[in-house]
């Protein structure tokens, strides 16, 4: 025994007794007109129960108010029953998130959309004190002329005081008008913007604001010649540049020594480089070097990580790991001692993640100052990242002393600027830009005319205050933003409040809803009003209209849409929400319900007439009807009619008993027709469909047209039934024959060839057309397509202007001394035997003369000559006899008359190529080969001609398929770079092939390489060079040709205009904050 299920054991198990007594209760008011009380508590079910605990709402009884709202610690996705956390956030953004605990804790910068670049420029620019400092000493006269300086201090002002946890840096992007869609470099942003703030600056009246840019960030360098015979140096050697940062290469180095070594290596100039020297008067081999004349307080490292590609003319990411130390002595950098220590601390590091130069995205490691810890800037996320600055730090015993003081332990260097084993290295793959600060943070060091000078900078302390001229804007600003969270909360809590006060009402109503007792008076609501009252926030007025009926009253059909409401619960409802129509106890509508009695009734009986007659229709498609007083109907239609169950009354499908019996002239059509398969049905049968046909449909009689037993079919119908089935018996006739004529060539495969013998050429695509006709021959014989007329087709294939051969016959194949030909359904010519060829003529009315005669010519290459030269024409026989080695240097060809034209095959073959190669966004399957050599199934499949191909990845024993959506102009570059995001395999191991021959070139492109829409290729992996050392160099427009790189053209930092100076008239209005 089983054991029972219980998967609906907590299901409301349905009753038909209610079902019963109701049919009971109508059939008794049908009969005598009559309703009492009872029969109204019965009718309306207002004979149940009060629900108590159900999981869902009853339809079944008005009087179930359970499942309205969810159980107590419940919650609904939506409405009054949200969660509350999803309430509040249906409040919208809450301001009070975005504020900034502590002016200490530093503010970040909107990204608006790929402006991260010039965030982590601005917060590295911002969280130098000094710098910082400067801006904000700028007197309020200059900023009115020179808008991106004064968005730069209001930027500054708001970072400094505001009290929100980051800040729109929007008007300053605008103001430089910056394309916030595009990223750019950090590196060139900073150095074009420092140009523009250095232009800027000079017309302010306030020493240190005016060189801040050049006190802070500027040094010398000079770029030394030395004759290596004289020893003397260049007269240019003595000049000195300028310089904002040093840029340093990386590649190939994995310390920041070795990178400075290689920036201040000496270069030997000889041979066609040599140097021509004014004191030896000659050329001469001579030495380059750069010289570091002086150091700047901020000493920015730009990192070379970007590489450019003069293969491709692209940029490609140097991701290996580079070390740097958190201390850095620059002592023996200088090209002249110091006797002092140049000691620079590591402060901010530039970070590019990502693996592509064009996209990736930039954040900063910055230190504070004040505090000495370290904050990430990502936008407009801050974190505090602690005492330990970046990435991967190897520890040692190392005594650190406070206030910047020298570091003992690095003064005592040698060669070296730091030894690795008394300092903290640190090491990144993501590095871009490094920020050193001077230990000594008030001097600047001067090297001048080979003298050591410290000067002071006049820097104040790190403390800077707020300049009085932005104090007020500030104020106004965080006044603007704590009323915006004041407004929010109180939003808040008066929303929050309302949803507790609709909840306490709605649990109150529910509690009072249910009719206690059963002479109580109540009142009748729509129950999907009170539905959507029970889970609204703000619930609209009552609507009872769906539920009152014509005679606006309370229908017997809708009391499963309607609930009993105690009068005290409908006082509190109607009172506060109003709208109605109001329905009391009182309000049955007798009307409705003695309507409703009356089709109960019909319905019954036609449901008892209904499965009486059952058994008639099923016996009548057995074949038992009488032999007199039987009607015609359609068979389909009655086999429909015995499918429907539970039917009440008639119904569209009950029309219609002889439509598809019904010829176009109103008679009987004949039993041979398509669809008109019928049955015999007995008189009392045929009434009962006839009469509830014309219910459903009265003006439709040609659907319920009368054809008793004895109706003849329509005779044009018949005699054209007739004719058109001797044409079919004709056709198939003559098709059988056509099979028969040729048993061979119908089969579609290749068959021996003989030297000596006649063969005609007849086009591949008109025989697979032939084939496929004379193969169909069954009921849609006379459908079928006849293939083109042949006649027609043979005149096609020559030329009009050399009467020559413009086809070219399919390839022969030679195996075991058997020459076949290769058989296609599509392309070429396809060579069948002379008897062929004379019965296509008989069949198909085509003049023999009209035939391309063709004959097998054999060549031979038995002593390793060409067979370029004329054919040597031998017996097949004695081939056969010779050994296999000789056998397979057989060459079979195929001599045509009229010979092939090779011009406009040539031609046309041409423009096939081009347009087959002007192809976009097709596939192309691409197999990733795992071994020494690729298996022989991936060469055949990569010889073959393209085909159509799965669109899905596929996993096999040697490596995996992928498909690609490329165009004719796509590089092999550009491919390459697709198969290394889907296999992993870097473009620099990849062996590319088509077929048996490897794919070279990265610049070409697929059309250039004869690659083909459908065509497969396999790429193996050389495995020679490690993922680790090259960059993925994958964008977003990875697909499209590499665009010209615009940079800041046509923005404020790469203007030719000049800076505007006090003379100038001001603006009308003044930048916003």
């Not at 009971?24 to 008011?29: C, D």
């Not at 900034?100 to 982590?120: E, F, K, Q, V």
């Not at 707020?466 to 009323?483: C, D, G, Q, R, T």
């Amino acid at each position: 025994m089983s054991k029972p299920g219980t998967r609906s054991k907590n299901k409301r198990q349905r009753t038909d007794d209610s079902d019963d007594s109701s049919c009971e209760i109508l059939r008794k008011v049908h009969a005598t007109g009559e309703i009492s009380h009872d029969d109204i508590c019965q009718l309306y079910l207002i004979w149940k129960p009060v629900c108590q605990g159900c999981r869902v709402n009853s339809k079944d009884s008005p009087n179930c108010f359970c499942g309205l709202i969810p159980p107590p610690n419940g919650t609904r996705k939506t409405g009054l029953w949200q969660r509350m956390p999803e309430i509040i956030e249906s409040l919208g953004p809450n301001p009070c998130k975005d504020h900034r605990t502590s002016t200490d804790t530093p503010a970040g910068l909107t990204n608006l959309g790929a402006t991260c670049y010039a965030n982590s420029i601005l917060q590295c620019l911002y969280m130098n004190p000094a710098f910082r400092e400067g801006i904000f000493s700028v007197e309020p006269e200059l900023l009115k002329y020179h808008p991106v300086l004064d968005q730069l201090a209001r930027l500054f002002a708001q970072l400094h005081s505001s009290k929100r946890a980051f800040i729109d840096s929007a008007p300053f992007i605008k103001t430089l008008e910056l394309d916030n869609g595009v990223q750019q470099d950090s590196h060139e942003f900073l150095t074009l913007f420092l140009s523009l703030l250095e232009r800027s600056l000079s017309h302010s009246k306030v020493p240190n604001a005016r060189t801040i840019v050049q006190d802070l960030f500027r040094g010398n360098v000079s770029h030394v010649t030395r004759c290596s015979i004289c020893g003397k140096e260049s007269d240019a050697s003595s000049k000195m540049e300028d310089f904002y940062e040093l840029e340093l290469n990386i590649k190939g180095f994995s310390h920041l020594d070795e990178s400075f070594d290689d920036y201040l290596n000496l270069e030997e100039l000889h041979g066609e480089n040599q140097y021509f020297c004014e004191s030896c008067g000659t050329r001469v081999d001579a030495t380059r070097s750069i010289k570091l004349r002086s150091l700047p307080s901020v000493l920015n490292l730009q990192l070379k990580r970007y590489v450019f590609l003069p293969k491709t003319t692209t940029k490609k990411k140097i991701t290996s790991s580079f070390s740097f130390p958190r201390l850095l002595n620059m002592e023996k950098r200088l090209c002249s001692p110091y006797d002092a220590d140049l000691i620079y601390e590591l402060s901010a590091i530039l970070i590019h993640k990502g693996p592509a130069v064009n996209s990736g995205h930039y954040v900063a490691h910055i230190k504070d100052e004040k505090s000495g810890h370290w904050w990430e800037f990502d936008d407009e996320h801050v974190s505090k990242l602690g005492f330990p600055s970046f990435g991967d730090s190897s520890k040692v015993d190392l005594t650190i002393q406070s206030d910047g003081q020298t570091m003992q332990s690095l003064a005592n260097g040698g060669n070296n600027a730091i030894n690795h084993t008394q300092g903290e290295i640190y090491s990144s793959t993501d590095a871009y830009m490094l920020m050193y600060t001077s230990v000594n943070k008030n001097r600047k060091i001067i090297n001048s005319t080979k003298k050591i000078a410290i000067v002071d900078s006049n820097v104040e302390a790190i403390n800077t205050p707020l300049p009085l001229h932005f104090y007020e804007e500030i104020e106004e600003l965080n006044s603007l933003y704590e009323k915006d969270c004041e407004e929010y909360q109180s939003r808040k809590d008066a929303y929050l409040s309302n949803i507790k006060e609709r909840r306490e009402e709605v649990k109150q109503m529910l509690s009072e809803a249910p009719v206690q007792s059963p002479v109580e008076s109540f009142f009748w609501i729509s129950a999907e009003w009170l539905r959507q009252w029970a889970d609204s926030v703000t619930p609209s007025s009552i609507d009872n209209s769906p539920i009152q009926c014509s005679h606006g009253k309370a229908p017997f059909s809708k009391v499963t849409s309607m609930k009993r409401l105690s009068a005290t619960a409908w006082q509190r409802v109607f009172t506060k929400y109003e709208g109605g129509p109001t329905l009391t106890s009182d309000d049955f509508c007798i009307d409705c319900l003695k309507g409703a009695a009356e089709n109960a009734v019909s319905s019954d009986d036609y449901r008892e007439k209904r499965a009486l007659l059952r058994e008639l229709a099923e016996a009548s498609l057995t074949g038992n009807h009488p032999d007199s007083g039987a009607y015609y109907v359609s068979r389909p239609w009655l086999l429909h009619w015995l499918r429907r169950k539970n039917v009440d009354s008639p119904c569209e499908a009950d029309a219609g008993p002889t439509a598809a019996l019904t010829c176009p002239h109103g008679d009987l059509l004949p039993e041979q027709a398509t669809g008109a398969k019928r049955v015999l049905v007995p008189e009392v049968l045929w009434k009962f469909f006839h009469e509830c046909a014309s219910k459903v449909k009265p003006d439709d009689l040609l659907g319920s047209m009368v054809f008793p037993a004895y109706t003849e079919p329509c005779e044009t119908c018949s005699r054209e039934l007739t004719e058109v089935a001797c044409l079919e018996d004709t056709l198939r006739a003559e098709k059988l024959r056509q099979r028969h004529n040729h048993e061979k060539l119908i089969m579609g495969k290749s068959f021996p060839l003989h030297d000596g013998c006649k063969y005609f050429l007849i086009p591949s695509s008109w025989l697979a057309q032939w084939r496929a006709y004379v193969a169909t021959t069954g009921k849609n014989i006379s459908s079928s397509i006849a293939p083109e007329n042949l006649e027609v087709i043979m005149n096609s294939l020559i030329c009009k202007q050399h009467s020559r051969l413009l086809e070219r016959p399919l390839q022969l194949l030679c195996k075991r001394g058997i020459i076949s030909q290769k058989v296609s359904n599509t392309d070429g010519l396809t060579l069948i035997s002379e008897s062929d060829w004379k019965l296509f003529c008989e069949e198909w009315k085509v003049p023999e003369s009209k035939g391309i005669l063709a004959e097998i010519a054999i060549c031979t290459n038995r002593n390793g000559g060409s067979c370029e030269k004329k054919p040597i024409m031998v017996e097949l026989d004695h081939l056969k006899e010779e050994t296999n080695d000789e056998l397979e240097e057989i060459n079979p060809l195929i001599r045509t008359h009229p010979m092939m034209c090779e011009d406009c095959i040539g031609e046309r073959e041409s423009s096939e190529l081009l347009r087959k190669l002007n192809y976009c966004n097709e596939d192309i399957c691409v197999h990733l080969v795992r071994g020494k050599e690729a298996p022989r199934s991936v060469i055949e499949a990569s010889t073959a001609a393209p085909g159509r191909s799965s669109k899905r990845s596929k996993k096999t024993s040697y490596g995996n398929s992928v498909n690609f959506k490329v165009s004719g102009t796509t590089s092999i570059y550009q491919l390459k770079m697709m198969i290394w995001e889907a296999f992993g395999v870097v473009k620099e191991n990849q062996k590319l092939h088509k077929g048996s021959a490897e794919i070279e070139g990265d610049s070409a492109t697929l059309a250039d390489k004869n690659i083909f829409p459908g065509d497969t290729l396999w790429v193996m992996d050389t495995e020679i060079y490690e993922n680790r050392d090259i960059a993925d160099e994958l964008s977003e427009s990875k697909m499209e040709p590499p665009l010209a790189e615009e940079g800041f053209r046509g923005t404020l930092l790469t203007s030719d205009v000049p800076v505007q100076g006090f003379q100038e008239k001001p603006s009308e209005e003044k930048p916003s904050l």
